[in-house]
């Protein structure tokens, strides 16, 4: 066999589905490596989950062809479906049984004994702590707990390759951070996983390769910090000292980085993408000329958020906002 092939989870090239006159997903191409993260990025709407439901044998493409750790996409899903798990954007657990209840059954469909069954049921409920609502109802846990509880039922057996789509939306932070670990765990076990996300953070924290993807097409893809260079900028983030400068300083610095000059998450605080860092000198000096006090400045390379909106010309949770309610 082809080392490639061997080395290869997913193997996609010109993949393309279509809904009447939609072009969900239009020509995508993969290649992902076994035991890598790979996050696909993008909003609602883009074609993140209609690709994710291909490679996960739940739609045939229209055109195009793939291949999952060698086996064709569409002649040899039984051997592809015995080796992968898909864990989707809300939880498919039975909510009025329990969270032992729930993974006791799943794991009896997966061929378990009631003693294995009992077994694995307790042994995930301890690794996603857990164990202490064992025999709450799922309708009664937290959003983080759903998830988690989720992402235990999909790995009952442990997969070779795992689909987690958007599997953090709506969580609080501690929440986020808790399943990231569980991720890192997988994948550290072995467990290749494809991961699709709005977050641009997540996409940093966990990803090996990250693909852009917006419209239905893949618009960059690579390492997180082979992003950033891409857009061949750097990016210059000023706090002030008092907030109501900002409007006064965004008109500073836009007289010499152009219209680059963005206000930051905090009201104390702006941005601004830079082609030529030689320039950030003079640029805050005429800040102190107008007597517009800073606490502190940066020069660096941009986000994944700033990469994004230089790629598609409006941030993530604009392009979110915008396509609210579209589940492709």
Do not use: C
Not at 109 to 124: D, I, P, T, V
Not at 239 to 257: C, G, P, W
């Amino acid at each position: 066999m082809d080392d490639t092939k061997q080395t290869m989870a997913i193997e996609a090239k010109g993949l393309v589905k279509v809904f009447g006159k939609d072009r969900a997903v239009d020509g995508v191409d993969l290649s992902i490596k076994k035991g890598s993260v790979y996050g696909f990025l993008g909003p609602n709407g883009a074609g993140k989950t209609t690709t994710i439901r291909m490679l996960a044998t739940l739609l045939q493409p229209d055109e195009g062809h793939a291949q999952i750790f060698g086996h064709d996409l569409v002649s040899e899903t039984a051997a592809i479906k015995s080796r992968i798990s898909l864990t989707g954007q809300y939880a498919s657990i039975d909510e009025d049984l329990t969270g032992i209840e729930n993974l006791i059954m799943i794991s009896r469909l997966m061929g378990y004994s009631r003693k294995q069954a009992k077994a694995r049921a307790n042994e995930l409920l301890h690794a996603f702590s857990l164990a202490d609502a064992a025999k709450k109802q799922v309708k009664n846990y937290s959003g983080g707990m759903r998830r988690r509880i989720d992402i235990a039922a999909s790995i009952v057996v442990t997969p070779d390759l795992l689909f987690l789509d958007e599997p953090t939306t709506g969580l609080d932070p501690r929440s986020r951070n808790q399943v990231w670990d569980i991720i890192r765990a997988l994948v550290n076990a072995g467990t290749t996983v494809l991961l699709t996300t709005q977050y641009l953070e997540e996409a940093d924290q966990l990803a090996d390769r990250i693909a852009v993807i917006n419209h239905g097409k893949i618009i960059a893809e690579g390492t997180s910090s082979e992003l950033k260079a891409s857009v061949g900028m750097s990016t210059l983030h000023v706090s002030l000292f008092d907030q109501q400068d900002r409007d006064k300083a965004i008109e500073v610095l836009t007289q010499k980085l152009d219209d680059s000059v963005r206000p930051g998450s905090d009201p104390a605080s702006l941005t601004a993408q830079v082609l030529d860092p030689s320039v950030v000198a003079e640029a805050l000096g005429e800040l102190q000329k107008e007597n517009i006090r800073m606490t502190t400045f940066s020069l660096g390379q941009p986000s994944l958020d700033e990469v994004f909106l230089t790629l598609t010309g409006q941030p993530v949770e604009e392009n979110a906002a915008h396509e609210e309610g579209v589940t492709r």
